[in-house]
């Protein structure tokens, strides 16, 4: 077979299996619905990307056309590029991790995708018609996913994210949203593309046009049923800008279809003013998705918590204002600049959760106009087309749509791929357009030997070099990691856990799971070291490979308050407070407002008898938001442990009940309070009808104050309700008697 049909078919064949990476779903991997999506996309990519290099050499058309779009994109990658290497994490953000499988190794791929795209299908025979292939492709590719919302909407399938928003085999419900929006938005724009192929005016449908209709009318159902508000806004928003624009500038159009949409138009406004005024009938209160819908406001605990976090990214911006942070280092911003009102929310956010903040985060101002401009220079590409009215307004909803969904979301590989793709469709719009307004361009033939003994094998070498390096030692890196959690975790029947199963992760020397791993193997360590069934070798060495790979991942993140807070709250559950102490500390300074971290630190003073600084830091966390019920807690007990009873009842006193919780008597055993510590433990497990734990609680704190027979006597209560305990009682039994 001729060298330029191989590298055609090499070309071509890998984008029109990727539209079903979606359905992607890798069970074996660490983050399977991220994870796997991402290396069956890089790998595709990567192989038509060194095959498209071959064929551009054996054949001019289909070289690089330098349009607008294909400018706008380059730049875009080049200043993501730059903003990377001048941000405060460069290596994260150029690799991500397992959990987002982003940074610039995605936007390169994504770059290498659209210039495919653009530079291939764009220049087959036939014009658009290869790209309407793709985009039917693409639709089957929903289709499948489709089925897979409903079957988890019908109950046949279980829903992976929450217990009622569908997210199919993308896993996240926002996820799901934004791919029905998109491919929707194509469903619409291939009906209307065969309505204008037919010359038909008017309503009439045929054919595969009732199809791309049911489609269109499905995704959007799904998408409704994901719950995910700003992509139903997005939906909303697309749709009354496509008719916005077919009303004013379809001027060659039918005077009633025009008609038609300001009147849908108009519809949709008065349904959205009804809507508001009746968000909290039962009929709205009743259906998720629209309760979702009607619980926006300045007074939703989500809501609010968005515009915590853009304060907190133009906080960011402020700092950094050129090429801002680099991707992938929103947490710095996040752990700095944290408000202490998000006490209830997620303690780590690694997003802006909005696209524009996010490139205004990860490149700054010229980051996001170049991100910007994307949007702009596909619309220009589509407006100076020679597609209809109607089209052109389909496509400009569908972006319009896609733009409110990322106000309030932040991107995915999902959403990523169908953009870049829709940014090759308009290049190529472009390059068929100057095609036929331009005389033909000269092109330089390449000598046919140069291309087969030194192009082709070189593109053969790069690519071997790319999917074993970028791709397979990462999956190696996945798998082992998998390997190891399910050795600590007991995945398997007499599974013992292996340090060396860890070390086996970290040899692929692969940074991309790197601090993934340290973390895991934290976690691991804790429930090790504290187990009684591990062997103490075992658990030294964990012990010291754990040790190793904190002192590693600080020298990689010293200014991520992350790594310190979780080494410090690793060494807390061990029992090394001494250790876990400056660590703690490092975390309070990196983020000083952070009620967590404050209450880990005061927990490691308190074990150190350093209680004046344990009142210190839980007054400064308490004080900073006094609706924090954890922090008040924290705040009676540390008082309490530090023998300053009568100030805490000073302070809260007027609610006796928080001084009778399990926490309080742990804090007056801290004190020798061993009294009031037994009186709260008696009283709890009175009405309690199951309190083995604070039963247990109770015989050790009667040991402590030398009532050594009320200890046993409350031990053999225990074991003639739980007799599964008897081993363990008879022997804690026999070593109080023991005693003298």
């Known amino acids: 077979m001729p060298l330029k049909s191989i590298s055609r078919f090499l070309a071509l064949a890998p984008l029109f299996i990727i539209p079903f990476f979606p359905l992607i779903v890798e069970n074996s991997y660490f983050f399977p619905f991220i994870t796997g999506k991402a290396f069956f996309f890089r790998i595709l990519v990567e192989i038509a990307f060194a095959s498209w290099v071959v064929l551009a050499f ?35 953000s150029l690799w991500s991790n397992f959990e987002r499988m982003e940074g610039w190794i995605t936007i390169v791929h994504l770059w290498m995708f659209f210039m495919i795209t653009a530079n291939t299908l764009g220049s087959e025979a036939g014009g658009k018609k290869f790209w309407h292939n793709w985009m039917n492709t693409a639709l089957v590719g929903a289709f499948f996913v489709a089925c897979y919302g409903f079957a988890q909407l019908f109950g046949w399938a279980g829903i992976h994210q929450g217990a009622s928003r569908i997210d199919a085999s993308l896993g996240n419900a926002a996820y799901m949203a934004v791919y029905m929006l998109l491919n929707a938005g194509i469903a619409v724009y291939l009906l209307l593309e065969s309505k204008a192929r037919r010359a038909v005016k008017g309503f009439k449908l045929a054919g595969m046009e009732w199809g791309y209709l049911i489609l269109a009318l499905i995704f959007s159902f799904l998408l409704i049923e994901t719950a995910t508000r700003g992509t139903i806004l997005g939906l909303v928003g697309g749709t009354v800008i496509a008719l916005l624009a077919y009303s004013i500038f379809g001027k060659g159009a039918s005077k009633l279809s025009r008609q038609v949409s300001g009147g849908i138009v108009a519809l949709l406004v008065v349904l959205g003013i009804v809507f508001v005024l009746a968000r909290n009938s039962p009929i ?18 989500e809501s609010v918590s968005r515009l915590y976090i853009w304060n907190m990214a133009l906080t960011g911006f402020e700092q950094r204002p050129v090429f801002g942070w680099g991707q992938e280092n929103f947490n710095y911003i996040f752990n700095a600049n944290y408000n202490p009102k998000m006490y209830g929310q997620e303690q780590w956010f690694d997003r802006a959760h909005s696209v524009y903040f996010d490139w205004l985060i990860n490149g700054g101002i010229v980051g996001l106009l170049a991100y910007l401009a994307l949007y702009i220079l596909f619309l220009v590409a589509v407006w100076k087309s020679s597609l209809t009215i109607a089209e052109k307004s389909a496509l400009t909803g569908l972006l319009a749509g896609y733009a409110v969904h990322n ?6 590989l ?31 033939e390449v000598s046919l030997d140069v291309i087969e003994y030194v192009v082709a094998p070189l593109a053969i070498i790069v690519l071997i070099f790319g999917v074993y390096f970028y791709n397979v ?32 992760v970290l040899a692929t020397k692969v940074y991309l799971g790197y601090q993934e791993t340290r973390e895991q193997l934290l976690s691991c360590a804790g429930q090790v070291i504290n187990s009684q069934q ?24 010293p200014k991520d308050a992350r790594i310190y807070t979780l080494a410090g709250s690793f060494l807390e559950q061990i029992g090394a407070f001494t250790q876990a102490l400056p660590m703690l500390e490092k975390a309070h300074l990196l983020s000083p407002a952070k009620q967590s971290t404050a209450y880990a630190l005061s927990t490691a003073y308190v074990n150190l008898g350093k209680f004046d600084q344990a009142i210190a830091v839980i007054k400064q966390a308490y004080e900073s938001e006094t609706s924090d019920t954890d922090m008040r807690t924290a705040y009676i007990t540390t008082l309490i442990a530090a023998g300053r009873d009568a100030e805490a009842q000073k302070l809260f006193g007027s609610d006796q009940s928080l001084f009778k919780t399990e926490q309080v008597a742990q804090a007056y055993a801290i004190a020798k309070d061993y ?22 609680r109770l015989a050790q704190t009667q040991y402590a104050a030398g009532l050594k027979s009320q200890a046993v006597e409350t031990l053999k209560v225990i074991e003639k309700a739980h007799p599964e305990y008897t081993n363990q009682i008879d022997a804690a039994i026999k070593q109080v008697q023991s005693e003298k």
Do not use: W
């Open 58 to 92: 054996l054949d001019a058309k289909y070289r690089p056309k330098f349009n607008a779009v294909t400018i706008g994109v380059t730049v875009f990658a080049v200043v993501a590029l730059v903003a990377d290497l001048l941000g405060v994490n460069p290596i994260r």
């Open 284 to 301: 709205i209160q009743k259906y998720e998705p629209l309760q979702r819908l009607a619980s926006i406001s300045l007074s939703n605990t």
């Open 407 to 412: 106000i309030f979301v932040f991107d995915n």
């Open 414 to 444: 999902a959403s990523y791929v169908f953009f870049f793709a829709l940014l090759g469709f308009a290049a190529s719009l472009i390059s068929n357009l100057k095609s036929r307004i331009s005389a033909p361009e000269q092109h330089r």
């Open 473 to 504: 030692r990462a999956i190696q890196e996945n798998t082992r990691l998998i390997t190891a959690l399910r050795s600590c975790g007991g995945g398997n029947a007499g599974t013992v856990p292996d340090p060396t199963l860890f070390e086996n």
């Open 534 to 557: 591990v062997p103490s070798p075992t658990k030294q060495a964990f012990f010291q490979l754990t040790m190793e790979q904190i002192q590693a991942q600080i020298e990689a993140t």
């Open 675 to 696: 009294t009031k510590a037994i009186a709260i433990y008696q009283n709890i497990i009175g009405t309690s009808t199951d309190a083995v734990n604070t039963q247990f």
